[in-house]
């Protein structure tokens, strides 16, 4: 079974305050992925990497950035933590068969990080 | 505006009844997956339909995709109270070179003993 480990399941940070969420996988994925969920606002995907050194911006990358140097972990930065970040947080990674054709693989995603700006 | 849309928002029916929730999108799709998320959990990953494809089966679950109409729906098939989570149904999108999942804002399923 594929294992997605975030390294924390709730946090509070204060407001400026420099951010790190880690999101370990298990399965040699190439695809990984961050999202926020909010309520009546459902998934929103912040970034993405398809492999390791790559990310690309999702639907919403303000405030947010990414390193993925390792292709099992993938970290999002809060680079100036803001109270409109308090948010469920999950991280998701996904086999890749080859780049630029449709990967009908599922997502796998970790238990979440719900954090909390103070 | 969301690419997928569940209806209803929540449900609410007996243990063994049968609970069907549909999703519907607006621009052409690789495949539509569902998920389902247990209260303040991560989401599982339930059943993955491709687009030349119309009905899938797993274990009680069924889901059927109509392009035409750019709908879905999922059916539960005997309920159980385990099966009360939260199903999101989630569109695999080409943009640009990328291909991502777009949810929808999910359907709140409860199961009573």
């Known amino acids: 079974d594929v294992k997605v480990t975030q390294s924390s399941r709730y946090l509070v940070k204060r407001t400026g305050e420099k951010v790190f969420l880690e999101c370990v996988q298990d399965m040699d994925h190439e695809n990984m992925f961050w999202y926020r969920q909010d309520p009546g606002l459902g998934l929103r995907l912040i970034y993405f990497?398809?492999?390791?050194?790559?990310?690309e911006k999702g639907d919403i990358p303000e405030g947010y950035s990414v390193s993925r140097e390792k292709k099992e972990r993938f970290s999002l930065i809060l680079e100036s933590a803001s109270t409109n970040q308090t948010s469920m947080y999950l991280c998701?990674?996904?086999?890749?068969?080859?780049?630029?054709?449709?990967?009908?693989?599922?997502?796998?995603f970790g238990d979440g990080t719900r954090l909390s700006i103070l | 505006s969301q690419q997928g849309e569940e209806d209803p928002q929540a449900l609410s029916i007996q243990e063994g009844e049968n609970a069907t929730m549909n999703c519907s999108y607006k621009?052409?799709?690789?495949?539509l997956q569902w998920y389902r998320q247990n209260s303040g959990r991560g989401l599982v990953h339930l059943i993955l339909i491709r687009s030349n494809e119309r009905e899938k089966h797993s274990g009680r679950l069924r889901v059927t995709l109509d392009t035409s109409k750019k709908s879905s729906s999922l059916l539960i098939t005997a309920s159980r109270a385990a099966d009360t989570a939260s199903y999101f149904c989630?569109?695999?999108?080409?943009?640009?070179?990328?291909?991502?999942?777009?949810f929808g804002k999910g359907t709140k399923l409860t199961v009573n003993p």
């Open positions: 990497s398809y492999d390791v050194k790559m990310k």
């Open positions: 998701a990674s996904r086999l890749q068969i080859y780049m630029g054709a449709h990967s009908n693989q599922p997502q796998h």
């Open positions: 621009t052409s799709i690789n495949n």
């Open positions: 989630a569109t695999s999108v080409s943009q640009g070179g990328s291909e991502k999942l777009v």
